[in-house]
Structures are given as C-alpha cells and as structure tokens.
C-alpha cells in the first residue's frame, strides 16, 4: 500500500539564513510530529510527504526553500487550485499511490480541486482540535492504518 500524505504549511517556522529543505523550515505541531516520527526511524516507507504551502503550492519536504510569511487566505486558494490539482494528478499517477491523505485546515482545503476520479483513496484527517489530528497523523505515520480506516472520511464528500 502506498500513500501520499499531503500536509499543510505552519505560521511556526525556523528562521534560516539560507534556503533549507521543506521539513527543516517548518515546526509547527504537525510537522513535529513527523519529525519526531522520522528521528525514531518509525515513519513508513510506503508514505510519502509533500507539503501545501501558502506561498510555494505543492511541494517535496526535500524541496529548498527561503522563510516566508504568507497565509493561506480564499482569493490564494483559488488562485493556485488548478495547478494544485494538477500537480497532485501527476504525482499520483507517476506513483501510481493507493491512498491520498489530506491533513488541511480549511482554508488549505480550498485550495484542493475535484479529485473524485483520482484512481486513489483520497481522505482528509478529521477531529475536533489540533490533538486529536495529531494524534491520527502519529497513528497513520507510524503505520497503524486502522486509524487510516477508522479516523478519515472520504473526499468526495469534501473536496468541494
């Protein structure tokens, strides 16, 4: 099973004077949480994590990057959906990945097109608070997919 976690940005980042791969700008709370998963070497090998950003749109955790101060607003999202949508199309079926997983606030969720025909699962992590999402992404980065199937809802719902 292969899966794609799509993660959004976070206002907390690192200050470097220099461009830095994607996961060493952020430090948000998420991304500590997949740190911290990737420093215990208990991150699966079959996810991969690209992030959505407010200023960059779609890209790789390995991806160089400056700091930057750009939030997530309605007039960005549908500026860069398209391309957005686009871009996961390709990295989908150039990866040919089982499952999408989502975990968006909802101004990033905008900035998600229709992927109802994705030949993918594609789910967003749900909860009510930043814990309880925290606590699903731990859980599906460390390869408890019960918490996959139990803890997600499908997009077609949602996409929209």
């Known amino acids: ?18 461009p830095v791969n994607a996961l060493e700008l952020y430090s948000g709370y998420f991304f500590k949480i997949i740190k911290k998963a990737i420093r215990d070497d208990e991150l699966q090998d079959e996810i991969d994590i690209c992030v959505l950003s407010a200023e960059h749109g779609l890209i790789d955790t390995t991806d160089e990057i400056s700091y930057y101060d750009r939030r997530m607003n309605p007039d960005r999202a549908a500026e860069i959906r398209d391309d957005i949508t686009t871009e996961l199309r390709g990295k989908v079926a150039e990866n040919d990945y089982d499952h999408v997983i989502f975990n968006l606030g909802s101004a990033y969720r905008s900035a998600i097109g229709d992927l109802s025909d994705l030949p993918a699962s594609v789910q ?10 925290g606590h699903t992404l731990k859980q599906i980065i460390r390869g408890n997919y019960s918490s996959l199937e139990m803890e997600v809802r499908n997009a077609t719902a949602q996409a929209n």
């Open 1 to 18: 099973m292969s899966i794609l976690l799509v993660q959004s940005c976070s206002k907390s980042k690192n200050r470097p004077g220099e």
């Open 124 to 133: 967003f992590i749900e909860g009510d608070g930043i814990g309880y999402k």
